[in-house]
Each structure stands twice: as C-alpha cells, then as structure tokens.
C-alpha cells in the first residue's frame, strides 16, 4: 500500500482545519494515575505470587518430623497463610471472558452501491440542490470508499421510501445474518444464550431490537437482554464491557452481543453540509458476538479479553453537542458532524490511551514515558513529551473506521505503519463505515490474511457521539487458520489491500 495523504479532505473546506491534537503534547496526570491505579487494582496477584513461593520454600526445610516439632508455631501459621490466600484468590480473581467466535454480516450484491450509483439516486430524488450533491461528489472522492459498500433497498429504491416497515427489514436482515451465521460456526443453541446485548444509535423500535432477537430464536425466558441506544459508533466496546461485567456475576454463562447500526431511517434528504457527511461515510453491516465464561469453552474460543477501558466526556458541552441527532432549518432529521469533532475525538482517544498504557506496556516503555511526564509536568524541565511505541504492547490494531481523515492522523500519532492500518482501511474501502460493528469486519480481516497467531495481542479502539472513546484488548487463544475461516472476506480475501488514492474522481 502506498502511503496515503495525511491530511486528506474529509470534512467541508471551512472544517478541514480541525484535525487531531497532537499526542506528543499535553497529557493529563490525572490519566495516568487512573491507568496505574486499574494496575494496582488487578495487581493483587503480583504480590501473592512470590509470597506463596516463600511459604513454600519455608515449608520445605521442614524434612524431619523433630525439626517440624520444633516449629510447630511457623507450620500452623505458613498452612493457615496458605488456606487464606488460597480462599482469598478464588473468591476474589475475576472469572475469564472467553471470545468464543463473532460473525459479520455480508449484504447481497443487490445492495451494492457503487459511488456513481449513490451519486445517481441522491440526484434522482429531488431534494438536493446543485451545491449539496457536488458536496457530496467531494465527500466521496476523498473518503476512501471503494465501489462495494452496502445500502438497504429503501434507499436504494427510487424514489426511495423509508419508513418503519423497512426499517424493521433492514434490522432483521443484518441482525438475523450475523447470528445464524454465528450459530452455525459455534454449534451453540438459542437456549443456551443467558445474556443478550444489541446495540444501535439510531434505530429504536418498540418492541426493541433485542426483544425481535428473542422473539425469532426463541430464546429463554429468564435471558438477561438489554437494548443500548444513541451510544454511537463506540457502543460496540461498551456492550463487550457490559457483557464482561455481567459475566461475572453469572457462572456458566454465554453472552451474545449485536452491533449494529439502521440506515433505512436515518438518511438524510436535506441540504444543511454538517448533516450530509453522515450519507456518504456510513453503510450497511452489522456484527454478532459470542462470549462465555464457562472454563470448557476455553479451548476452542479464539481470544480471551484482557481489558477494557472506557473514557466518557460528556460533561464537557463542546465534547457533548459535537454529534448531534437534530432537524434542519426546514424540520428534516440527520445526524450534525459539529467542526470541533475531530479536537474533541483526539482528546478523547488522548485520555484513552493514556489510561491504557500502565495497564499493557512493557515497563521499559512506561518508566521512559512516567520519567519525561514528571520532569516536565513536576520539574518544569523543557524535555520533548516521549510517546510510548504501542507496537510494544500490540501485534494488531482494529481502529474504527471511522473516516480516512481520523485514520490518517491515528498512524502518523501512534508512529504506526501502512500494515498495522490495513484492516481499517480495507473496511473503510470495503464495507464503509459500519458504525460498531467496523471493529469486528476489521478483525475478520487480520484474520481472513492469516495474521492472528497464538498469544498476539490486538487493541480494538473506537469513538462515537457523547462523547465516548473506548477499547478493549484481546489476547489470542490459538492460532487462526484462515482456510477454516467463514467471514465476508474470505472470497476475495487475495484481492486485498488494494491501493486507495487520496482523490477518486468521479465522472
């Protein structure tokens, strides 16, 4: 892949100047506190390991039953030590959360929309002025989407007719996919589920979106679900969070999570240019997940989640109004991409990363970053910020493919290379952006290349509206064959990456 434009045009003229902080400048000690403060937190473990060895080696010495006689005191006080610190550790360590599979899910070809097309019905339904579609000719040449990303009929139709019904359709198709598709890789039944997550931003229905999954599979009646809404394209991680959380506290269980996001009903027919970005950059998909905590599942599940860190900066105003579902000057609905979006998602990703780091970097990166953090923030001394390598930390990266101008400035902060970026930007091309689900199209993708080796390490990071910024780290169970792999790449898999130039003309 060629190394693409770091500044490409994603947003109109007048924004194109709000780009992504610079990470090599301030960070925030309170961040850095709150990630060693997760590290102390987990870090109980450090400190019994080698008091149990000690015990163990005092335990040992005690060969013959004179000498035990005569320290009868310290073997009732090292057995007592060890029965409490054993208690303490089983009721104490959080139980593993197993990925067992995930699916994605594929539209049909009758639902591809190549940019003419998209272009051609954005003309033909009449509600566009002149200045709004060669806008949006711009948007598209600069995107980085390719000629086969996806649309639901009801937008594609012409003239197109949203409306609930369809809406309802859109839903059940990509839900319903993904989750038979997942239930046929894991032999798992719609029985066994205990625990459902469905996530989508802007489609609501009543009854919800998780009560149609229990509804069609049948599930059981006392599955714990939950509906999340208007959470944005980062509610994927927190469903995963979620389902972490109530793993927990349920043995046994399986965890099934839906992300996905409802197109029929949110296109935009007007002209307001903060409201038409939304059109060009998102498209159909959606994803299903399967978690368990059961200890049998442990040796076919393929990853097994390490952590999670989420960061929420609601309580700013810039931070909460940046996306916002709202109507135009004539009472049409979209969704407004303010131009301070792209300073507050770098802040966002800024606070994220910097609550990470302690928790997966290795000490050599962490003691030059936390020396050059305290001789500059403490000691007032002029040093140049040091920015840890998370390629360090991480074999893989799944970036929300968000929009090539937010990808662009990721790889040039983050020191990262054209390879490490290839999975979200092949999405980006492929599929569009799918909202919470790119994450898991993205992973399909490191997969479907036969990248995902035993003990890698992979960062899922995404934002979205609120404002959120979110990951979750993943551990690689075993290696993955990608001649054994069902995912939507995995028939044109040899065709990837392709080269993306920063302008696409269009005719």
């Known amino acids: ?106 539209p049909d070809d009758a639902r591809k929309c190549t940019r003419q097309i998209f272009m051609d019905r954005s003309g033909l339904t009449g509600t566009f002025t002149e200045q709004s579609l060669d806008f949006q000719r711009k948007i598209l040449e600069r995107s980085g989407l390719g000629e086969s990303t996806y649309l639901p009929p009801a937008v594609l139709n012409v003239p197109p007719n949203p409306c609930m019904a369809e809406a309802r359709k859109e839903a059940e198709a990509v839900m319903f996919g993904a989750i038979d598709d997942l239930f046929a890789k894991t032999k798992v039944k719609p029985k066994d589920v205990g625990i459902l997550i469905v996530n989508c931003s802007l489609f609501n229905p009543t009854p919800s979106l998780s009560a149609m999954v229990i509804n069609h599979y049948k599930l059981r009646g006392n599955v ?28 046994n269980s399986y965890a099934l999570v839906i992300s996905m996001e409802n197109i029929t009903l949110n296109w935009y027919f007007g002209n307001d240019k903060s409201m038409l970005l939304s059109n060009c950059l998102f498209r159909m998909g959606g994803a299903a997940i399967l978690l368990s905590n059961k200890r049998s599942e442990r040796w076919r599940a393929k990853y097994r989640l390490v952590h999670t860190v989420r960061t929420n900066k609601g309580s700013d105003d810039k931070c909460f109004s940046c996306v916002t579902q709202r109507e135009d000057s004539e009472g049409k609905i979209g969704v407004s991409l303010s131009k301070e979006l792209m300073g507050v998602a770098g802040d966002a990703l800024k606070t994220n990363i910097t609550t990470l780091g302690p928790l997966v970097l290795p000490m050599s990166e962490q003691l030059l970053f936390f020396a050059t953090l305290v001789a500059k923030k403490l000691l007032k001394v002029k040093v140049k ?35 490490h970026m290839e999975p979200s930007r092949m999405t980006l091309y492929r599929f569009g952006n799918t909202s919470s689900s790119s994450l898991w199209y993205e ?65």
Not at 451 to 461: C, L
């Open 1 to 106: 892949m060629s190394k693409p434009n770091p500044n490409p045009l994603l947003i109109p003229p007048s924004q194109s100047r709000s780009k992504l902080p610079d990470f090599k400048q301030t960070v925030k000690l309170k961040y850095v506190k709150l990630g060693y403060h997760h590290l102390i937190t987990h870090g109980m473990y450090l400190f019994l390991s080698p008091l149990a060895l000690l015990i163990f080696a005092q335990l040992s010495t005690f060969s013959a039953n004179h000498h035990l006689q005569s320290n009868l005191i310290s073997v009732i006080l090292c057995t007592t030590l060890i029965v409490f610190f054993l208690t303490l550790y089983f009721l104490t360590r959080p139980r593993a959360i197993y990925l067992v599979d995930f699916s994605c899910y594929k």
């Open 443 to 507: 992973l399909a993708y490191t997969e479907g290349k036969g990248r995902v080796k035993r003990g890698d390490r992979m960062w899922q990071i995404a934002f979205g509206s609120g404002f959120k910024c979110n990951s979750a780290v993943w551990k690689a169970l075993r290696s993955i064959n990608p001649t054994k792999e069902k995912n939507p790449w995995m028939d044109e898999i040899d065709q990837f990456p392709v080269d993306v130039p920063k302008v696409a003309t269009l005719n």
């Open 224 to 251: 714990r679900s939950y509906n999340l809404g208007g959470m944005g394209c980062s509610a994927g991680l927190i469903s995963i969070d979620l389902a972490k959380d109530l793993l927990q506290v349920h043995p």
């Open 385 to 419: 910020p040091y920015i840890p390598d998370f390629k360090l930390a991480f074999e893989h990266f799944c970036i929300h493919a968000g929009g090539r101008a937010v990808l662009d400035e990721l790889e040039k902060n983050l020191h990262l290379s054209d390879w």
